[in-house]
C-alpha cells in the first residue's frame, strides 16, 4: 500500500494538469466563437472597431499561450505575436493602405502558424480528451481566420478583387469574415464573388482544404479512440 501512494499521486498530478489543459483548449475556443459573432456588430465606427481590435487580441495571445506549451514552436510564436502587435499599432497611428495590409499578411501568418502547431499536437495524441476535441474545432475556425485574414489583406491592397454585397459598405471585413467561413464549409451563398483568378484559386483552396481537414481529422479522433474503446 505505501508503494502504490506514489503512483496514485502522480496519476493525480496527470489527470489535474490534462484537465487544467482542457480548460485552456476550451478558453482558446470559446473565444473565436465569440469574435466570429460579435464581429458584424462591431465592425463598423471608429470606437467599435477598437473594441473589435481588443477582443481579437484574446485568442491570439490564448492561441500564443497554447502553442508556447510546445517547445519547437516557442520563439516562432513569440517573433510572429510580436509582429501582430507592432503592425496593428503601427497601421493603427499610420492608417496607409500597405500597413493595413502587410497587418492582415502578418496576422494570416500567426493563424497559419496555428493551425500548422495545434494540428501537429493534435495528430500525435495517442488517446483523445476533450481538450483534443476543442482544439480540432479551433483548428477549423482558425483556418476561416487565416483565409479570411488573406481576404482582407488582398482587399486593401487590390481593391476590386473581390465583389461585396451592396448592403456591406460599412462592414467590409465582417462580410470578408462570412465569405471565409461560408466557403470552408463549401456552402457558397454567392453572394460575395472573387473576380480576380488568384482570388478564385485562393477560395477554391480553402474549400478543399475544408473538406480535407474534416476528412483527416474524423480519420485521427477515430483512430485515437479505439484504445479507449479496447481497455473498456
Known amino acids: 500500500m505505501v508503494k502504490a501512494q506514489p503512483s496514485s499521486t502522480a496519476s493525480l498530478g496527470v489527470l489535474m494538469r490534462h484537465s487544467s489543459q482542457a480548460w485552456r483548449d476550451l478558453f482558446l475556443l470559446l473565444s473565436l466563437l465569440l469574435v466570429i459573432v460579435i464581429y458584424p456588430f462591431l465592425d463598423r465606427g471608429e470606437v467599435r472597431r477598437l473594441v473589435l481590435g481588443g477582443l481579437m487580441f484574446a485568442p491570439l495571445l ?6 508556447a506549451q510546445i517547445k519547437v514552436w516557442v520563439w516562432p510564436t513569440v517573433l510572429l505575436m510580436g509582429a501582430v502587435v507592432i503592425s496593428t499599432v503601427v497601421s493603427t497611428l499610420f492608417p496607409v493602405r500597405t500597413l493595413i495590409g502587410l497587418k492582415w499578411g502578418i496576422l494570416a501568418a500567426f493563424f497559419g502558424l496555428s493551425v500548422i502547431a495545434l494540428f501537429s499536437y493534435l495528430k500525435n ?3 483523445i480528451d476533450d481538450g483534443h476535441l476543442y482544439t480540432a474545432v479551433s483548428i477549423y475556425l482558425l483556418i476561416g481566420m487565416l483565409w479570411f485574414s488573406l481576404y482582407s489583406a488582398i482587399d486593401v491592397l487590390s481593391p476590386g478583387s473581390i465583389q461585396h454585397s451592396t448592403s456591406a459598405a460599412a462592414d467590409r471585413h ?5 465569405f471565409s467561413l461560408v466557403t470552408l464549409s463549401t ?3 454567392g453572394d ?6 488568384e482570388v478564385r484559386m485562393l477560395a477554391a483552396l480553402e474549400g478543399i482544404a475544408g473538406v ?3 476528412a483527416i481529422t474524423v480519420a485521427l479522433l477515430v483512430s485515437a479512440y ?3 474503446a479496447d481497455s473498456g
Open 62 to 67: 490564448l492561441a500564443t499561450v497554447r502553442m
Open 125 to 127: 495524441a495517442r488517446i
Open 174 to 178: 465582417a462580410e470578408l469574415l462570412f
Open 187 to 189: 456552402i457558397g451563398y
Open 192 to 197: 460575395v464573388i472573387p473576380l480576380d483568378g
Open 212 to 214: 480535407l481537414y474534416i
Open 226 to 228: 479505439r484504445p479507449r
